[in-house]
């Protein structure tokens, strides 16, 4: 079974500052389709296949999901939606990516390992398909 990636959208979207609250929208999809190039093969430390799941919240709410990546729109608090996941998936490898300590220390009092947003998502680093960001 692939591992799950659940991904916290608003904070690795805010951990760029590239403009990202002009339109949160916009940059949430852009973060989803930066992680659709990461399902086969995996991302530094997590190797592929990754069942990847992208979780959002706030004005970021509206993006579809693509092949590849589920999008989840949190009810409430995204860092609750997050655990809920990670707890209700206790039987597969589940790695949140995140840089909120709270979050990390929930999670993986859940049983979730965590790696840091710079992982899927950073400055200067180039997208799946080559392209710099």
Same mark, same amino acid.
């Given at each position: 079974?692939?591992?799950?990636?659940?991904?916290?959208?608003?904070?690795?979207?805010?951990?760029?500052?590239?403009?990202?609250?002009?339109?949160?929208?916009?940059?949430?999809?852009?973060?989803?389709?930066?992680?659709?190039?990461?399902?086969?093969?995996? !991302?530094?430390?997590? /190797? =592929?296949?990754? #069942?990847?799941?992208? &979780?959002?919240?706030? $004005? *970021?709410?509206?993006?579809? +999901?693509?092949?590849?990546?589920? !999008?989840?729109?949190? /009810? =409430?608090?995204? #860092?609750?939606?997050? &655990?809920?996941?990670? $707890? *209700?998936?206790?039987?597969? +490898?589940?790695?949140?990516?995140?840089?909120?300590?709270?979050?990390?220390?929930?999670?993986?009092?859940?049983?979730?390992?965590?790696?840091?947003?710079?992982?899927?998502?950073?400055?200067?680093?180039?997208?799946?398909?080559?392209?710099?960001?």
């Amino acid at each position: 079974m692939p591992t799950l990636l659940i991904v916290d959208g608003a904070n690795v979207v805010g951990s760029v500052p590239d403009g990202w609250w002009r339109d949160r929208r916009a940059a949430a999809e852009r973060l989803r389709d930066r992680l659709a190039g990461y399902v086969e093969d995996g !991302v530094p430390g997590v /190797p =592929g296949p990754l #069942d990847i799941v992208l &979780v959002l919240e706030g $004005a *970021a709410r509206g993006v579809p +999901s693509v092949p590849g990546v589920r !999008v989840e729109e949190a /009810p =409430g608090n995204g #860092d609750d939606h997050i &655990v809920r996941l990670a $707890a *209700a998936t206790a039987d597969r +490898s589940r790695v949140v990516v995140t840089a909120d300590r709270e979050l990390r220390r929930r999670v993986t009092a859940a049983g979730a390992t965590t790696v840091g947003p710079r992982t899927v998502y950073g400055p200067g680093d180039q997208d799946p398909s080559g392209r710099e960001r």
